[in-house]
């Protein structure tokens, strides 16, 4: 049973997302939105027009296909706490995952069909594992090079393995006119395409340091 916080009238699409969930049973489920549609589009509207509850909008979700490999660096070390994602041919991140202490990583719930793997290390807590370039399998530098993966569902495609390489790096310091360093402050370095490539926030001093960077 789940039930939303007050919503104004309107009309709304619902969306059931199974990958956040700690169950891995749960999260062998397909994501989808009301009432079994795999896309936003395709969702059936759900109309809120007086108060009160609109009872009895349930999702009955299907066992989905699964992804698993290993995160390692060039030199074979693996790579703990990388963010993974699947991503649909239309771009969309169907399922995300992190990998372990081992360096492995497994993605469930995955409709059947083409899927592209990107590999995110800025968003690990290490400081030394956020120094690694992100990637996408296999050792590509973007979503639109990036190998397709079959998945079919109820089977797991395993070895979808990747190794990353360290990137540079830019740091410095984010002061007030009037001297002290300021700290909490948001620094971004996009790419040539607009995109972003690291971000962080300052510290106590006002120190920032973005890692991972590729060479451009």
């Known amino acids: 049973h789940y039930a939303t916080g007050p919503l104004a009238n309107g009309t709304y699409r619902i969306a059931f997302i199974t990958f956040f969930a700690d169950s891995r049973a749960t999260r062998a489920h397909t994501s989808a939105y009301y009432p079994s549609s795999p896309t936003l589009a395709a969702a059936t509207p759900v109309v809120i027009s007086s108060p009160g509850a609109v009872e009895r909008i349930d999702a009955t979700l299907s066992m989905g296909g699964a992804v698993s490999g290993i995160v390692r660096s060039v030199d074979g070390a693996v790579l703990a706490d990388v963010l ?4 649909d041919t239309a771009g969309v991140a169907r399922a995300v995952g992190r990998s372990d202490a081992a360096g492995a990583y497994e993605l469930t719930g995955l409709a059947g069909g083409p899927y592209r793997f990107g590999y995110f290390p800025r968003y690990a807590a290490s400081a030394e594992v956020r120094r690694f370039q992100r990637s996408f399998f296999s050792g590509k530098a973007d979503l639109a090079s990036a190998d397709a993966v079959a998945v079919t569902v109820g089977q797991t495609v395993a070895g979808i393995d990747v190794r990353l390489s360290p990137g540079g790096a830019i740091a410095g310091t984010v002061a007030a006119d009037s001297g002290p360093g300021l700290r909490g402050v948001v620094v971004i370095a996009f790419d040539d395409t607009g995109s972003v490539a690291a971000a ?17």
Do not use: I, M, Q
């Open 84 to 87: 993974v994602a699947a991503f």
């Open 200 to 216: 962080a926030r300052t510290g106590e001093a006002g120190a920032y340091e973005l890692a991972g960077l590729p060479s451009g």
